[in-house]
């Protein structure tokens, strides 16, 4: 629990002060009920001893007043103060998961990261925002209580104290035993829990595949991922009933031998009635902080699991950037790769040993067959691969030795896959310069050639799009992605599969656009369509990382087998026809 209030500290920051406020209120509430409880022995005391009397009583009133104003005074005054400090510290915890993921490489992303990551965003972070307050309130009210109590029996009878004390010492050595159980439970659930949104995601994400063949059965993976989460968080609860069960049982052994013991000191004249009465009281509530805290552990185990899994987000390491702080301001860049190589997992080589040049105003074409390392070597282009042996040089500048955010300003990307923001088209298109005017936004929107379909939306550019991009067409977000580029206005332009899965009348349309936005500059472009690149100024062909050759198209067409082999194929499937 200790190490569980530290990481919750550490996320805590400047706020420390406010939560160790709440937490004395708490600990203020825990003393005013263990005042309530010691005004009751005096009572009692007093009415079994014959003094009890008028001034009494009303002194005992006013007392008990006194401290069950000031028990919810104080108790309000926790509530108010750590709430919002948990809603605040989870606001900075989310802008700043966000901004760390942001700084992760790309090839992170994969769809069991992704399920990871839901699950850390839709239920660690809102169980620790809900919880984890109360978690915590509870222990210091349980500990100060326990803590009060004991104090309180002490001053009454020692002996009786020692007696209810006794069942402490095997409730505590069961506790120490039921924590590395439930550890281990607590890791199974969570393990269930991911596998089951990672199931839910692939089920939602593949309707259109689902609806398409009517399969019947594509529900039973997500369906055995659930079964399997259930039947952990099962296991959680009934190891946890098990476990509390037998604790209850240690603690109030203590109970059972004051109740026994105490009948015979009261027997032997040596324990007074108010005393064995009080002690019969307090020996049912003495028992309740300690009770609470293990019927919180279940909430503990699952919160400090939740600020593991924070925490080891923020441990990740960042993007190997080499950040340079040279600046770099040329208006256009030519590019050279000398003898670069890189591998994601230090095993396999996704670009080995490439070497060539662009000059500003020529088109440079990527070809090879899926893998091999066509996407890797435009992704090292601006940064963010970071080549494991030699150098990528703009105008003779080391990239590692650049500011950055300069590289990264001089070089515009159009994906094959395109992703638009629930924004408004006018904002979408301007993420391509944050300082543009509306009139440069749709200047460049219609050398995209994507200014007449934004006008026939509702709101036309002030038109808030789904998510992703959905309600548009997939040539439709393509011209936006290509207005955003012409509006960076970038020396460095890399088109990674612009033109693939478009119909004919979007290719030609976005080719036009294409053709406005790279005039001047130094562009790369992949195409598994060969007839698209064949009159660029030169063509890479690539296979297994390695180049195979570089040239233009016919000099290619002489020269490397490979290149040859695609230009046949594609040619027999253009020849293709239904017989």
Known sequence: ??????????????????????????????????????????AIKDILGGSFTKEKLIQYSLMFLIYTVLHFVFYYFTIAKQRPVSYAMMRDERLSIAAKIKRFPLHYFTKDKISQLTSLFTTDLGFVEMNIMEIIAGFISS???????????????????????????????????????????????????????????????????????????????????????????????????????????????????????????????????????????????FYRPLEALMGSFAMMNLANASLDNISEIHNLPDEKVKQGNRPFTDIQSDVQFEDVSFSYDGKRTAVNHISFSAKPGTITALVGPSGSGKSTLLNLIPGFLTPETGRILLNGQDTT?????????????????????????????????QNATDKQVIEAAKKAHCHEFIEKLPQGYQTVINEGGASLSGGERQRVAIARAILKDSPIILLDEALSSLDAENAVIIQKGIEEMIKGKTVFLVSHTLSYIQNADQILVLSDGALQGCGKHDELLQTVSLYKTMWEKENSIKNWKLT
């Open 401 to 433: 030795t650049l500011e950055h955010s300069d590289l990264i300003r001089h070089v515009s990307i159009v994906f094959q896959d395109v992703y638009l923001f629930q924004d408004t088209m006018m904002n979408n298109i301007r993420m391509g310069n």
């Open 143 to 285: 500990m100060a209580m326990t803590v009060i109590f004991d104090l309180m029996l002490f001053l009454v009878d020692w002996r009786m104290a020692l007696l209810l004390l006794v069942g402490i010492i095997p409730g505590y050595l069961l506790y120490q035993r039921f924590q590395k159980s439930m550890v281990q439970c607590g890791e199974q659930k969570k393990n269930c829990q991911v596998a089951m949104i990672d199931s839910t995601l692939e089920y939602v994400q593949g309707m259109e595949t689902i609806k398409a063949y009517q399969l019947e059965h594509s529900g039973k993976l997500a369906e055995k991922q659930v079964d399997g989460y259930c039947a952990a968080s099962d296991r959680y609860e009934s190891t946890l009933t098990n476990w509390n069960m037998a604790y209850k049982i240690c603690l109030n052994i203590g109970l059972f031998l004051s109740l026994g013991i105490g009948i015979s000191l009261f027997q032997s004249g040596t324990l007074s009635p108010a005393t064995y009465l009080f002690f019969a009281i307090m020996g049912i509530i």
């Open 1 to 42: 629990m200790i190490a569980m209030i530290r990481k919750f500290l550490d996320l805590a920051g400047e706020r420390k002060k406010q939560l160790y406020l709440a937490w004395l209120f708490q600990a203020l509430t825990s003393i005013c009920e263990g005042a309530i409880y010691f005004m009751l022995f005096l």
